[in-house]
């Protein structure tokens, strides 16, 4: 988690779950986010999703992790800040796609740990023909 502007920022349900549907291991130093909802029975039901920390996503990456780096630019007279999470050359070829983010190997996100995620998602995934 992180916060900008007194405001808690965290990871999305949406990226955590793709992180659980690609095997990431769902026990560790992080938290648990629960989704709930009702069937048409009116049986509320729950899944448990863990949302690791930054430290446990780049452990997972392993040799296919280079580095995080922050970005920040001006746009219309205000300051706009992201982060890229870059991976390595061979993760790169690994993969065996052409381009990754206009050839530059990266991934972004509001906050580092969402940036890590979407890389660790775009190399675990299944690539076929990408």
Known sequence: MGSRDDKIIMLSY????QLKDLGFP?????EKMAEVWGDEEGITKEVDIYIPTL????DELG????N?????DIQNKKKVVWWQAYMT????SKIGISCVRDC???????IPLDAVVRLYIIL????ENI
Request: glycine share 10%; charged share 40%.
């Open 89 to 92: 050359e061979k993760a790169f």
């Open 63 to 66: 040799d296919d992790f280079e």
């Open 104 to 110: 530059c190997g990266y991934e972004c996100g509001d």
């Open 14 to 17: 949406k990226l955590a779950r």
């Open 26 to 30: 769902q026990k560790g130093k992080g």
């Open 124 to 127: 675990k995934q299944p690539h």
């Open 68 to 72: 995080l780096v922050r970005v920040t």
């Open 55 to 58: 430290e446990e996503v780049i």
